[in-house]
């Protein structure tokens, strides 16, 4: 499994941005794929997760409300869309992805196997 991730940069405060995760390699009907992040001198966080299925979501407290997870089926893709960004977001954004999430979308980063290389997000203020 190949992930990919593409789509970060520097913005300001109460911007958007889009995150992509590409994914490639052997299928992955069985997976949950969820974006975590890691901010200088932080713990990897979870941020965002999705059933391969698409039938599930689950979001992190600090971002409930303001980012989105979404499948795009046509180009295997995982999107992180973020609205009102804050300085408080900045971190390097990774796309992950659990064999096990057929049953739950877990939060912890060692349940994950499969990693991309992070795209970095800066929000100035």
């Known amino acids: 499994v190949q992930l990919v991730e593409s789509g970060g940069g520097l913005v300001q405060a109460g911007d958007s941005l889009r995150l992509s995760c590409a994914v490639s390699?052997?299928?992955?009907?069985?997976?949950?794929m969820a974006w975590f992040r890691q901010a200088p001198g932080k713990e990897r966080e979870f941020v965002a997760g999705?059933?391969?299925?698409?039938?599930?979501?689950r979001y992190a407290d600090s971002v409930k409300g303001r980012f989105t997870i979404a499948k795009d089926n046509a180009e295997n893709t995982i999107l992180l869309t973020m609205n009102s960004l804050k300085p408080e977001d900045t971190a390097l954004y990774y796309c992950?992805?659990?064999?096990?999430?057929?049953?739950?979308?877990?939060?912890?980063?060692?349940?994950?196997?499969?990693w991309g290389q992070g795209t970095q997000v800066t929000v100035s203020s």
């Open positions: 992950a992805a659990d064999s096990a999430g057929w049953r739950m979308i877990r939060l912890t980063s060692r349940e994950y196997e499969f």
């Open positions: 390699g052997r299928p992955l009907l069985s997976y949950a």
């Open positions: 999705i059933r391969w299925n698409g039938d599930a979501t």
